[in-house]
Nanobody, 125 residues
Framework: QVQLVESGGGWVQAGGSLRLSCAAS????????MGWFRQTPGKEREFVVS????????DYEDRVKGRFTISRDNAKNTVYLQMNSLKSEDTATYYC??????????????????WGRGTQVTVSS
């Protein structure tokens, strides 16, 4: 079972960019489908983007398409979320998630058994 640690969150003005990282422990990182989710107070955690273990397929939530890009470096056991053209509505705690039961990308929260503790992203308008 991997353990996940997110980093890269912070404060940015609207229109700016941030890159989140999620570092995973373990030696079988390339077998894990990875996802990014986000949550604001009082709301459910929502899907943002996911990527297959090989990196060959990804799914994006419609509101982030064209602005966010997920990538992974399996040699470094790390998945990245590049966030451009940030909007105030992107403000949330961002969570990294992992699961090794699948070969493809999984765009649903219930598909993930391992979660990081989250990193806060604040976009000021």
């Amino acid at each position: 079972q991997v353990q996940l640690v997110e980093s890269g969150g912070g404060w940015v003005q609207a229109g700016g960019s941030l890159r989140l990282s999620c570092a995973a422990s373990g030696r079988t990182f390339n077998t894990y489908t990875m996802g990014w989710f986000r949550q604001t107070p009082g709301k459910e955690r929502e899907f943002v983007v996911s990527i297959s273990g090989s990196g060959g397929s990804a799914d994006y939530e419609d509101r982030v398409k064209g602005r966010f890009t997920i990538s992974r470096d399996n040699a470094k056991n790390t998945v990245y979320l590049q966030m451009n053209s940030l909007k105030s509505e992107d403000t949330a705690t961002y969570y990294c998630a992992a699961d090794n039961r699948y070969s493809g990308s999984i765009p649903i929260r219930s598909g993930y058994r391992v979660w990081g503790r989250g990193t806060q992203v604040t976009v000021s308008s």
